[in-house]
């Protein structure tokens, strides 16, 4: 059994930072890509940031320049610093990754967290 686990959500001021965790835990042989998602309140969810095993990573224009994702493939653990925080980036965050588990290769989404951005 996979699990992903989200942590560091909270409500900020516009203007301040937070930095989200997503650790995997379970049966990983292998993981590949790790992305972050997001879902506001009547709005379909969207890729923030994503980035491959070996690090490459996209952003959203929408975060460019005020997110960072990075990952610790020890700690099967990816992160999303986000500075410059704007009301805007309210919503729910979830992260997904690729991931081999001994028998295939399959997307696991965590439960979420939220971030609430005050102006």
């Known amino acids: 059994q996979v699990q992903l686990v989200e942590s560091g959500g909270g409500l900020v001021q516009a203007g301040g930072s937070l930095r989200l965790s997503c650790a995997a835990s379970g049966s990983i042989v292998s993981i590949d890509y790790m992305h972050w998602h997001r879902q506001a309140p009547g709005s379909q969810r969207e890729l923030v940031a994503g980035i491959t095993r070996d690090g490459s990573t996209n952003y959203a224009d929408s975060v460019k320049d005020r997110f960072t994702i990075s990952r610790d493939n020890a700690k099967k653990t990816v992160y999303l610093q986000m500075n410059s925080l704007k009301p805007e980036d309210t919503a729910v965050y979830y992260c997904?990754?690729?991931?081999?588990?001994?028998?295939?290769?399959?997307?696991?989404w965590g439960q979420g967290t939220q971030v609430t951005v005050s102006s």
């Open positions: 997904k990754a690729n991931i081999y588990d001994r028998t295939r290769w399959s997307d696991y």
